[in-house]
């Protein structure tokens, strides 16, 4: 394409290890950002032996460490930390995914990072977050899938509850830092706006796409079931077996109307 990307020009640091961070840059890089990602020096980034291989290489690599650009720096040395704040210079913004006090302990702080670009925009994802009862303890996505409440909810009616078979929590957060990253951009291109520090929870993450149910359970002390793959307010709402063998899925609601008060 002759016409630039969208996100051409943005240039990211990416701090980050595993899923969820590693998938904000992924993400941008594939609207045209350039992701300087950094690992840590010997075996690098997890995925790049998790899972099963394409070839020489991780399929989780494959998909995470698309379109970047490797650098590897060892932070707890002078000189790494030294070109790490030199390239944060001319960054956009820094994500990254270190369990929380990492940073603070390696002199890395988002205060820090400000003094040498103050417009910089610097994105953290952790288990449970920065601040907190729970933000010293440590985690991946499982257990944030299972604090949120997903997946007690998650399985069939007398079966124990069910996690999910990939890596929901991760992509679910690197979604809302992404898109939270964009809006710091924004804010700070168009409305002069401060560079700024967002603070990206796995648990909150997930707990956000639950919809209304912590409303109801607030309110009315409704705590769903576990009902497999049926819908309280939709019916049919299930995957059907056919008679060759084969599946379906279908989903069909009504409209509800709200109750409606008698006026005399």
């Known amino acids: 394409m002759d016409a630039p990307s969208p996100l051409s020009g943005l240039r990211i640091v990416e701090l980050a290890n595993v899923v969820a961070g590693p998938s904000v840059g992924k993400h941008l890089s594939d609207f045209g950002a350039e992701v300087i990602k950094i690992e840590r020096p010997g075996d690098g980034d997890s995925t790049r032996t998790m899972g099963e291989f394409v070839g020489n290489s991780s399929a989780w690599w494959l998909m995470l460490g698309r379109n970047k650009r490797s650098v590897t720096l060892d932070l707890k040395h002078p000189k790494g930390r030294e070109v790490l704040l030199k390239l944060v210079e001319t960054a956009d913004a820094l994500v990254e995914s270190f369990r929380p006090g990492v940073l603070e302990r390696l002199d890395i702080t988002p205060d820090t990072l400000r003094e040498v670009n103050p417009g910089l925009v610097v994105v953290r994802l952790s288990a449970f977050g920065q601040t907190g009862p729970y933000s010293h303890r440590p985690g991946f996505g499982t257990l944030a899938e299972a604090f949120s409440g997903l997946t007690e909810i998650s399985g069939y009616p007398g079966s124990p509850p069910l996690l999910a078979p990939f890596a929901l929590a991760d992509e679910v957060a690197g979604l809302f830092a992404t898109w939270s990253l964009l809006a710091a951009l924004y804010h700070r291109d168009v409305h002069g706006g401060p560079g700024q520090t967002i603070d990206i929870s796995l648990f909150e993450a997930v707990f956000n796409i639950l919809g209304p149910l912590p409303t109801l359970y607030r309110a009315n002390g409704v705590l769903q079931a576990r009902n497999g793959s049926r819908l309280t307010f939709s019916s049919p709402r299930n ?19 709200p109750r409606q008060s008698c006026v005399s």
């Open 239 to 257: 995957v059907y077996r056919t008679r060759d063998d084969h599946y379906f899925a279908v989903s069909g609601r009504r409209r509800r109307l």
